[in-house]
């Protein structure tokens, strides 16, 4: 793949991640059993990190607070194009990251209702699957 390629494959992959549409997300419960979810994402290309907005008691949360270092997916289809984003999740509740993930959500979907209970689940990108996907060198290299 030479750089104009590159570039294409990146662009299509942000403006993919970037458009309005329903994700999911897929935690592991303690039995082991899979959760999927259906969620709002935001992606940040540069940094490779992936943001959902929850409430702090949600299954999702309790999911990945439980399973430190476990690995998590995000995914979204449009048709016949699809992208999984998989990576090692944290919950984060400080008042900074919160107000980060709101900001990041507003522009993707819509302003998020006010919730005092609201943490973020922020899941550093290991591994891009799917028909829409970035190209293999690592964003700024």
Request: hydrophobic share 35%.
């Amino acid at each position: 793949m030479d750089a104009g390629e590159q570039h294409d494959a990146d662009d299509e992959f942000v403006r993919f991640w970037q458009e309005r549409r329903v994700c999911f997300l897929s935690t592991r419960r303690a039995d082991g059993t899979p959760h999927l979810v259906p969620v709002g994402v935001t992606y940040d290309h540069a940094t490779r990190n992936a943001r959902v907005i929850t409430s702090r008691d949600t299954a999702k949360a309790r999911n990945v607070r439980r399973a430190a270092g476990a690995v998590v997916a995000v995914g979204q289809v449009d048709g016949r194009r699809w992208s999984t984003l998989e990576g090692v999740a944290t919950v984060r509740d400080d008042a900074g990251a919160v107000r980060d993930a709101e900001t990041r959500y507003a522009a993707r979907y819509r302003q998020p209702r006010a919730n005092p209970e609201r943490v973020v689940i922020e899941i550093d990108v290991r591994r891009f699957l799917g028909t829409v996907r970035p190209s293999e060198r690592r964003p700024g290299a």
